[in-house]
């Protein structure tokens, strides 16, 4: 079978199977994620160096070889055949090519449809602020934030500007005007791309990354200066989320920051994915909101606080990770193992169950 041959055939299992993911590393057979297990395809052929090489080839652009040949990994967007879009990451593990390959949706699901929490999407009705999305790769993260986006795009009347690396899901303008910059390709970097932005007739910001040195101070400037501005966050939680922003700027910027943060964060969300009893996903959310009490915490270097505060903020919509995981088993959408494996404190989660 010719690796051309090969690909097409693991993509078509994969996509026969609902399959969220792909993952071909050498010496070992296929392996996809579907409904969130792992399953090894041991039908298909153990993996060479050589037919990961030659499927490198096929899936990257000359650009794209280069640039892996350079940084030893790369993640863009790969095209199979018209029927699918994967967002795939190529690197290499013990010398040779491995291949991590993620389902890009055909179709940007409504907040409804996906079980967005409605406290995250009210906060679209602002005009202005920072949003958090945050939760571990494989959460869905990207997915939410661009249901948002195309609410706003199907409601508002709106300037809408993305900063994607790579970009994976494709807007359509409707009442709004999207447009869609690629970092490394559209732009050098997020910062430049954020500078570009900030004196420009936009409304809405996306940056679908947080990894550059300085992009802090500039998305806080970036929403104090009157734009709305959705950012996605490698975090367990929206806490430690609002922990490693401010700690990633310098010591001396710090209080201006918190003081800054606090003023223009208007909430956030930390999600996880996990298998649906009966087959699928469901979504579990944490949600932070902006109240007094919140601000205040923030502004006087008092994060612990605000674990007790969404806990004791139903009323604002706000809710705390590990009851938003006791709500789903106790509703029997998910098992309660499924639930403990995602809960930040297991223990008392363990406790609340039984």
Do not use: C
């Not at 090519?97 to 906060?123: E, F, H």
């Amino acid at each position: 079978m010719s690796d051309t041959l090969l690909i097409n055939n693991i993509l078509n299992i994969a996509s026969e199977r609902k399959a969220t993911d792909v993952h071909l590393v050498a010496g070992n057979n296929p392996v996809i994620r579907v409904d969130g297990r792992l399953l090894t395809l041991t039908e298909e052929v153990v993996l060479t160096p050589t037919s990961l090489n030659n499927i490198a080839e096929t899936v990257l652009s000359k650009a794209d070889i280069e640039r892996l040949n350079q940084e030893r990994e790369i993640s863009t967007i790969y095209s199979w055949i018209n029927r699918a879009r994967f967002r795939i990451k190529v690197f290499y593990q013990k010398g040779y090519i491995a291949i991590s390959m993620r389902l890009v949706p055909a179709y940007i699901r409504s907040p409804k449809d996906l079980g967005i929490p409605l406290a995250i999407t009210q906060l679209l009705n602002r005009d202005k602020g920072l949003i958090f999305i945050t939760g571990p790769f494989g959460s869905g993260r990207t997915t939410t934030a661009a249901s948002l986006i195309e609410t706003i795009n199907q409601n508002k009347g709106l300037h809408i500007q993305t900063l994607e690396q790579p970009i994976e899901y494709l807007f359509s303008n409707n009442q709004s005007v999207i447009e869609q910059r690629e970092v490394g390709k559209d732009v050098p970097d997020f910062s430049q791309g954020i500078k570009d932005v900030m004196d420009e007739d936009v409304d809405v910001v996306y940056v679908s990354l947080l990894h550059e040195f300085d992009l802090e101070e500039r998305i806080l400037e970036l929403a104090e200066s009157g734009k709305l501005v959705i950012v996605v966050m490698d975090a367990d939680s929206v806490i430690s989320a609002i922990e490693r922003f401010l700690s990633d700027l310098s010591s001396e910027k710090r209080d201006w920051a918190r003081n800054l943060l606090a003023d223009v964060l208007i909430g956030g969300t930390a999600q996880r994915l996990l298998p649906r009893i009966g087959g699928g996903f469901a979504l579990v959310s944490e949600v932070l909101t902006s109240t007094p009490a919140v601000r205040s915490s923030i502004k006087e270097n008092k994060l612990h606080q605000l674990s007790s505060i969404m806990q004791t903020s139903k009323d604002e919509g706000m809710i705390d990770l590990d009851k938003a995981l006791l709500s789903l088993v106790r509703s029997g959408e998910v098992s309660p193992e499924d639930a403990m494996s995602q809960a930040l404190d297991p223990d008392i989660f363990k406790q609340n169950f039984s």
